[in-house]
């Protein structure tokens, strides 16, 4: 559920992007630094969490398991 949701999130931001194979979405440039505000804020509404601007660093937002991850810490 979680999984999912978080995907639906990055489609809408990176369009036509097969986000599941990809490892380094925001070091490889497919999201830019405002897809990432976009993106965390998404989940802070979502899911009602809190993200630190320490939590936004690279090996937290490259991929959708980075994301999960993120998102399931914030959870528990």
Do not use: W, Y
Request: aromatic share 4%; glycine share 2%.
């Amino acid at each position: 559920m979680i999984r999912k949701q978080i995907l639906e999130i990055l489609e809408e931001v990176c369009p036509g992007v097969d986000i599941e194979s990809q490892t380094a979405l925001f070091d490889d440039g497919i999201i830019a630094s405002f897809d990432v505000i976009h993106i965390m804020s998404e989940l802070m509404d979502v899911f009602n969490i809190e993200i630190d601007a320490d939590d936004i660093e690279p090996e937290n937002i490259n991929s959708l398991d980075a994301l999960v991850n993120l998102v399931e810490s914030r959870l528990s």
